[in-house]
């Protein structure tokens, strides 16, 4: 697929807003449509070799699903449908929310599920993000002072969103125009 593929998973329904905002900044004709993963295919995934997807936070640091608490399916069971699916040659952005003052002691730790998760299957992932100018007591999802993803807190910091969004996406999306590049 010639455009980068956006996946997310939600419960409420902030993962999807902040999936729209990057579909919205990357345009029709570099990003397809957002696509939630309860209501997708495993063969629509696997067609993109440039990918960003989202998650959101449940459970102890759970992949969220069903088994986290989630009232719908999310990335347990869509990575369930993928079973051992080769995503070697795929390039995969994550983001990630979370609630840092709520859940200081797991903050954004869902992500860390999904990043271990896609990197067992062979994906490239991109786009770590510091942890500058967040506190928190812990989260999974920090290596090396940097989280596996960009992490969104629209609890206590949704007005630091759209400019952390922005600067994540300037480092992200020549990464991913280039999977575009070598894949064509």
Request: hydrophobic fraction near 45%; charged fraction near 20%; charge should be neutral.
């Amino acid at each position: 697929m010639d455009k980068i593929g956006i996946f997310f998973g939600t419960e409420t329904g902030t993962t999807r807003l902040v999936a729209k905002k990057i579909h919205a900044r990357l345009g029709e004709a570099l990003a397809a449509r957002p696509l939630n993963v309860n209501r997708t295919s495993a063969a629509d995934f696997l067609q993109y070799d440039a990918l960003i997807l989202g998650t959101p936070s449940y459970g102890v640091g759970q992949m969220p699903g069903r088994s986290a608490g989630c009232l719908e399916s999310n990335w347990e069971e869509f990575l369930a449908l993928l079973g051992p699916a080769d995503l070697s040659g795929k390039r995969i952005a994550l983001f990630g929310l979370g609630a840092q003052e709520r859940y200081a002691e797991r903050f954004a730790s869902s992500l860390r599920r999904l990043h271990d998760a896609l990197q067992a299957l062979g994906a490239e992932l991109v786009g770590y993000w510091p942890v500058d100018g967040y506190t928190f007591q812990h989260s999974a999802s920090v290596i090396e002072q940097h989280f596996v993803g960009l992490v969104i807190d629209q609890r206590t910091q949704g007005m630091q969103t759209d400019a952390r969004i922005d600067a994540w996406l300037a480092s992200v999306t020549p990464l991913l125009k280039a999977r575009l590049a070598h894949a064509a």
